[in-house]
């Protein structure tokens, strides 16, 4: 059986199952774990299912899949996304960093960095960059969300407000046809803007996996945002739009 006709099937299989594994659908359709891993990839791409560890899951514009999935979703992409923007970050600057596994790949380019303030409500975030002696780091407080270390609510937005950064980093769940940045938790999104509101420069990193995706919050546009890295070029309507934004986009 060739992916055209097990692709159509896999989906079926997602919708009754919430989730497909790649052994399982080796083992359904006789075919090599390559090959189940092709065709999820193929399906990913095309935004009809997204990639988790061992398989995939029908994509949702209401509700973010876990924390420890989306950590090893396209790691190598963020990693190279990460570095790309970690050499746009001078030294003896302040600077936020928000919730998110790409801004984390962020702070992981950052432990050679010298004297740096950083501020974030991202405790992952706070933990890698503890190890990097010539960065302060201050954290926001606020609600602890568990499922991803995130601090979010009104204590959060308090605190990002008594500052004005050089730089914030910033990633987002998903991105709209029109260059709208969206993200699944509405507090998550509130402490985003003020961030936004807070800084003079603004870098967003998110892969292209973010343009087959839909959530229902609205952070801002990429209109609003200095630079943009990702690891694919935007489609060509959007790619114009920047250029009229003089948002610049970075492909690394």
């Known amino acids: 059986m060739n992916q055209t006709f097990r692709h159509p099937e896999i989906l079926d299989i997602a919708r009754r ?15 090599t774990l390559q090959t189940i891993r092709r065709d999820l990839t193929d399906l990913a791409d095309s935004g009809r299912l997204e990639r988790v560890h061992g398989g ?14 989306r950590r090893t979703l396209h790691s190598n992409a963020k ?29 992981m380019e950052l432990l050679s960095h010298r004297n740096l303030l950083v501020v974030t409500n991202n405790m992952n975030v706070a933990n890698i960059l503890a190890a990097n002696s010539d960065c302060d780091v201050v954290v926001t407080g606020g609600n602890l969300r568990r499922s991803d270390g995130g601090l979010v609510g009104s204590l959060a937005i308090n605190t990002i407000r008594q500052f004005k950064f050089d730089l914030a980093v910033i990633g987002c769940s998903a991105m709209d046809e029109d260059g709208d940045i969206l993200d699944f938790d ?30 229902p ?36």
């Open 217 to 252: 919050a609205r952070i801002a546009s990429l209109s609003e945002i200095d630079t943009f890295f990702s690891d694919a070029p935007l489609p060509g309507p959007l790619s114009e739009r920047c250029g009229q934004w003089t948002t610049e986009v970075v492909i690394s």
């Open 186 to 215: 509405i507090e998550e999104v509130g402490a985003s803007q003020a961030i936004l509101r807070q800084s003079r420069r603004t870098y967003l990193v998110a892969d292209q996996s973010k343009f087959q995706r839909s959530a």
């Open 56 to 69: 995939a899951v029908l994509p949702s514009s209401t509700m973010n899949i876990g924390y420890e999935e």
């Open 17 to 31: 199952d919430g989730k497909v594994t790649v052994e399982g659908l080796a083992r359904h359709f006789g075919v």
């Open 79 to 107: 990693a190279n996304i990460a570095k790309a923007c970690a050499r746009r970050i001078p030294n003896d600057i302040s600077i936020f960093l928000n919730i998110g596994t790409s801004t984390e790949a962020v702070a």
